[in-house]
């Protein structure tokens, strides 16, 4: 069994910064894909970035480019999720998602994912 565990959302004002962190424990693996989801109140689950598990393959949505950072941490199975220059829009509930597959480009599609996490509130204030 994996289990993926989030941490680090919250009440931030709009310009302002966060960081959120993923880890991925149990029956895991030295090779990986890691993502970054979110789901705001009536909307769709939709991408928000995914790294390899050198860190070298990264992949963003177009609304986080230049402003969202995902990095893999010293730990082995953990990814972090920088957020800049945060707007009200970029409110939802972030979840962490984990494979054991490796990837050219890593993937945007939910369904690429098996393991999730079960989300952590960020919440933007104009």
């Known amino acids: 069994q994996v289990q993926v565990a989030e941490s680090g959302g919250g009440l931030v004002q709009e310009g302002g910064s966060l960081r959120l962190s993923c880890a991925a424990s149990g029956r895991t693996f030295s090779t990986y894909t890691m993502g970054w989801f979110r789901q705001a109140p009536g909307k769709e689950r939709e991408f928000v970035a995914a790294?390899?598990?050198?860190?070298?393959?990264?992949n963003y949505a177009d609304s986080v480019k230049g402003r969202f950072i995902i990095s893999i941490g010293n730990a082995k199975n953990t990814v972090y999720l920088q957020m800049n220059s945060l707007r009200p829009e970029d409110t939802a509930v972030y979840y962490c998602?984990?494979?054991?597959?490796?990837?050219?480009?890593?993937?945007?599609?939910?369904?690429?994912?098996?393991?999730w996490g079960q989300g952590t509130q960020v919440t933007v204030s104009s």
């Open positions: 998602a984990a494979n054991f597959r490796v990837y050219y480009l890593p993937p945007d599609r939910r369904d690429e994912y098996d393991y």
């Open positions: 790294i390899s598990w050198s860190g070298r393959r990264t």
